[in-house]
């Protein structure tokens, strides 16, 4: 409640405190009552009411709506229940201030205002004169704008990472053929992160009204976020921290559940693969080549007319044959279904979704048509609950019968017309609205189409192939997304400009609390070159979602399709990238806990250092490993900016001690990567797909800090990687430490692990790095170990030791029982 201090002064703007001249819209009047409530306080104006409460410890909620009631209370992004929780509630002539657990809001009475407080102190506030107003149906919030704050979220926006000064709408759209700064696209989610001086905050505006966010993107002096409709409905979350923001956003929105262990692997899709043949060859390609690969996909060809729910019968005459094959030789199948249905009679789903009035209708009772793939083309209303269980149903042949492993959910933004020359309007088109239980616009919830599909498909998974991790893929989403599906973004073009951008991109998305995202490695559009391959393979070779998509007409876009110094560098990063599998699944374990995305911007890692607010051209991956991407055409040299601690550069051991700039070497076979000193990794032996053999062994690799430091630590988390079972418990984690001594030696240490996984038997190698001079010896508990005879293999389940001056790396296996042991290299 500031501090204990006056609230601040601010000279007047211009016009009455109700309504401003500048922008004709009608803000809030002179709050006339206040009435304390058991979670927070109801204030109210001549022309509005306002709710102000506490949602959770650090989160506040604001409602506002003109008159003196509130609509029906309704969200589909917010997932958890409120968490009443105690505050202080002080009021005079001036102000009301309510203070609860690291956020406090004070309210200026005349002119109504608001002013949210952390920890530290004032961290956001309404601008003076323009705090909550309407124009017509529009609603608008008006924030102020420090000269320092950086803005970061938004969805998917293909943009830098800091969005100050741009001015963005939601309404998720088909955009293909897009550019950078095109706007919007096909996922908006509006939440976003307030960043200043180490300080962090968030807003979510929990509407699904198409919507606009304008963070001094026309030249204000102010920022303001505004919906078509409905009531002004915002979350203020308090930090300090950018960590804690996205922690406590994605506990009020979720998180993703652990993905299937395969769909961490490389993917290989095109529009399209049109029969089983040139299916069964691709695959076969993968395997010829060595290149690892996990999972085909199958694009609309596959299908009989378009027709969603079928196939093809003589493109593709036996699709459980060839799922079944593909799954002998490693491969999951994955198929596209869109939610357009081809307006058929005759047509079974046709039929059967008009006979129960499953489509959208317009206001005059007839059927919403677009002409999508299929012809004209009628869609579900996701919004009706009867109406998801119907299409959730639609899936058993695919899941239960056919043997399909996941599910692509595309053009749900609704695309609603591929045909430019005729005209196809969403005017008067009507949804089932589930807070009145009777309907509203287009505008108000085309916004939430993708996520109520995917709702539906992500309980078909789960109902069709019981016990089993669902795996959907969705292009288009809201708020929420992310209990559902991964995204990709949709369709880029093969260009440099898109490359450049997919990075904050994809960093966007993991702050807005999506954490399995990717982009289609090569571009989508347009034919793609060899060195624009070979950078983009190298990149997407450590996106969350690993996936090459490609355009029909455009050629290839395998990863031997370049020529073979491209063909060697796609097999060198995509084997890169199932060696980090386990590093990997265990960032989607620490979202699964904290909400926090395995692709990191540098700033979230490192708030205090203002160098990293900028910069979206490198990522970290987890906390441990930073990429810096070559995204330039024809460069070989790249500028990288490590922050503070000590960098160890990935390819040839060097290290390096931040903050520093360099300048480095990056041919075409090479993207800079670095590992965090004070890291563990964990990995595995190189395989063609997650499901060849077990990990025998488990990797980790070890990066000791200086001596003295702090140890290295991971909490190693294991379980099935396939079913649900980990949620009733099967699951476990072993607490490893490495520290670094004095006398260039180093000592790690592994605990007894805990839970009720049990992984089957396994060696364990242990790979000390910056090891300068030959250990004169290993101790496992105390006990001497042998040297690894030169040349010769190691003895399976033999415990052994050995060292290479080269890479300055000293190995040591040891048997992995579970039990508590310790190394030391003397």
């Not at 002409?371 to 959730?392: L, Q, Y």
């Not at 919830?445 to 069709?464: D, F, I, S």
């Not at 050629?555 to 063909?567: A, D, I, L, N």
Request: glycine letters at 10%; a neutral charge; hydrophobic letters at 35%.
């Amino acid at each position: 409640m500031y501090g204990g201090r006056a609230p601040p002064q601010h000279a007047p703007q211009g016009g009455t405190a109700m309504s401003p001249k500048t922008d004709s819209f009608e803000y809030i009047g002179p709050i006339a009552s206040v009435e304390r409530t058991d979670r927070g306080v109801l204030l109210k104006s001549d022309n509005a009411i306002v709710s102000v409460t506490f949602a959770a410890p650090g989160v506040a909620r604001v409602r506002a709506a003109r008159g003196h009631a509130f609509p029906p209370d309704f969200s589909w992004a917010v997932c958890a229940d409120p968490q009443p929780a105690p505050f202080e509630f002080e009021e005079d002539d001036a102000c009301v201030s309510l203070s609860s657990d690291r956020v406090s809001v004070t309210i200026e009475r005349n002119p109504f205002r608001m002013v949210f407080e952390d920890e530290a102190g004032v961290i956001n506030e309404d601008e003076p004169g323009r705090a909550i107003g309407w124009r017509g149906q529009r609603v608008r919030c008006c924030k102020t704008m420090p000269a320092d704050e950086h803005y970061y979220g938004f969805g998917e926006k293909l943009m830098r990472l800091d969005r100050r000064r741009k001015r963005m709408t939601m309404w998720n759209t088909d955009a293909g053929l897009h550019h950078p700064n095109s706007d919007p696209l096909y996922v908006d989610i509006p939440f976003y992160i307030g960043h200043r001086a180490g300080r962090s905050y968030g807003i979510f505006f929990d509407s699904t009204w198409k919507s606009l966010f304008n963070m001094g993107g026309t030249a204000l002096r102010y920022a303001y976020f505004q919906a078509e409709g409905g009531e002004a409905n915002y979350y203020f979350i308090a930090g300090p921290d950018m960590k804690t923001v996205v922690r406590r956003y994605t506990e009020l929105t979720g998180r993703s559940a652990m993905p299937p262990l395969w769909s961490l692997g490389h993917h290989q899709c095109r529009w399209s693969y049109k029969t089983d043949e040139r299916v069964r060859r691709i695959a076969s390609g993968f395997r010829k080549r060595a290149i690892p690969c996990d999972a085909m996909w199958l694009d609309i060809h596959y299908m009989n007319g378009y027709r969603v729910f079928t196939w093809h019968p003589r493109r593709f005459p036996d699709p459980r044959g060839l799922i079944r094959d593909l799954a002998a030789d490693g491969f999951r199948t994955i198929v596209i279904v869109d939610p357009g249905v081809k307006k058929e009679p005759g047509y079974s789903v046709y039929d059967d979704g008009l006979s129960k009035d499953y489509f959208l209708r317009r206001a005059d009772g007839t059927l919403f048509t677009g002409i999508v793939w299929p012809g004209t083309t009628v869609f579900p209303d996701f919004n009706r609950e009867e109406v998801r269980d119907w299409w959730t149903d639609l899936h058993k042949g695919y899941l239960a019968e056919d043997g399909v492993a996941g599910i692509w959910n595309d053009m749900n933004e609704p695309s609603v017309n591929i045909r430019p020359h005729r005209r196809v309007t969403t005017e008067g088109v009507l949804h089932h609205d589930p807070a009145t239980g009777g309907t509203g616009p287009h505008l108000q919830h085309r916004n939430a189409y993708g996520l109520t599909e995917a709702m539906a498909t992500h309980a078909a998974l789960l109902k069709h192939r019981p016990g089993q991790r669902p795996f959907l893929l969705t292009r288009s989403g809201y708020a929420g997304i992310q209990r559902y599906a991964a995204i990709w973004c949709g369709d880029n073009t093969s260009a440099w400009s898109h490359l450049r951008y997919s990075v904050p991109q994809l960093l966007g998305l993991g702050l807005c609390g999506v954490p399995f995202t990717g982009c289609d490695i090569g571009g989508f559009a347009l034919n793609c070159s060899a060195e624009l391959y070979a950078r983009w393979i190298q990149l997407g070779a450590l996106y969350p979602f690993c996936r090459t998509h490609s355009m029909l007409m455009t050629r290839s876009q395998e990863p031997w399709s370049f020529g073979e110094r491209v063909t060697r560098i796609a097999r060198r990063y995509i084997t890169l990238r199932y060696t980090l599998i386990p590093y990997l699944y265990n960032l989607f374990r620490e979202h699964a806990l904290t909400g926090l995305p395995p692709m990191r911007p540098l700033v979230l890692e490192f708030p205090d250092d203002d160098a990293c607010a900028g910069i979206d051209d490198q990522f970290l991956l987890g906390s441990s490993l930073l990429a810096a991407p070559v995204l330039e055409k024809g460069a070989r040299r790249r500028e990288v900016y490590l922050p503070q601690g000590e960098w160890i550069d990935y390819w040839t051991g060097h290290r390096y001690p931040g903050p520093c700039t360099l300048t480095l070497d990056a041919p075409l076979e090479i993207m800079p990567l670095f590992i965090r000193a004070g890291s563990i990794i964990p990995g595995m032996q190189p395989m063609q797909h997650t499901g060849e053999r077990p990990v025998d062994p488990l990797i980790l690799e070890l990066y000791p800090g200086e001596p003295g430091g702090p140890a290295a630590v991971f909490d190693y988390y294991e379980d099935d990687g396939q079913t649900l079972d980990y949620q009733t418990g099967a699951h476990c984690t072993t607490h490893y430490a490495c520290e670094a001594r004095e006398n260039g030696g180093a000592t790690f240490t592994a605990a007894a692990r805990q839970g009720a996984f049990a992984p089957a038997p396994r060696m364990i190698e242990l790979r000390f790095h910056g090891v300068s001079a030959c250990p004169a010896q290993a101790v496992l508990d105390g006990a001497p170990l042998d040297r690894a005879q030169p040349g010769a293999p190691a003895p399976r389940n033999a415990a052994a030791w050995d060292y290479d001056p080269d890479t300055q790396t000293a190995t040591v296996t040891v048997s992995d029982t579970g039990q508590p042991f310790a190394v030391e290299l003397l």
